[in-house]
């Protein structure tokens, strides 16, 4: 289970309560750690973009991608709806990946989201990292 971001947070409050504009980005990128994030965008250790056939992958921002939010226990919650699928990967990613993130840049960016992946994957020649319909939840704060 993941949360949305200070920064998503702030814009969310900022928008409703105090009638700030907010314009989501077209795309969301989707990205992957090999260690902790925290909820400030720190913490991100990311494969090499560009090596080894990392890239982060580019997921259109509707609402067939990431259909409505939900309620669950009391908690607001999106999920991915359609799969996503790294591209293959032509050598090893580095360290085990534990952290998954959602972010507005295929490089650099400012983190949207971010979420512990419910089992850590090393990524060697060969491998397709893939997330599931449904397999990834966030929550605001």
């Known amino acids: 289970m993941g949360t949305f971001s200070e920064d998503t947070d702030k814009k969310v409050l900022d928008h409703y309560i105090g009638a700030q504009a907010l314009t989501p980005p077209a795309t969301i990128y989707v990205g992957v750690s090999s260690t902790t994030i925290a909820g ?3 913490g991100i250790t990311e494969p090499t973009i560009g090596v080894n056939g990392y890239a982060r992958v580019a997921v259109t921002n509707n609402n067939t991608n990431f259909p409505n939010a939900t309620i669950v226990t009391a908690k607001a ?3 991915n709806g359609t799969a996503i ?8 990613w580095g ?7 959602l972010v507005d840049g295929a490089t650099g960016g400012t983190m949207l989201a971010y979420a512990v ?4 994957k090393t990524i060697t020649t060969g491998d397709t ?13």
């Open 40 to 42: 400030d965008g720190t």
């Open 117 to 120: 992946m419910s089992v850590p």
């Open 77 to 79: 919650q999106k999920k």
């Open 95 to 101: 360290a085990e990946l534990t952290d998954v993130f």
């Open 85 to 92: 699928t790294f591209p293959q990967a032509s050598g090893t």
């Open 129 to 141: 990292l893939n997330f599931a319909i449904d397999s990834l939840t966030f929550r605001l704060g």
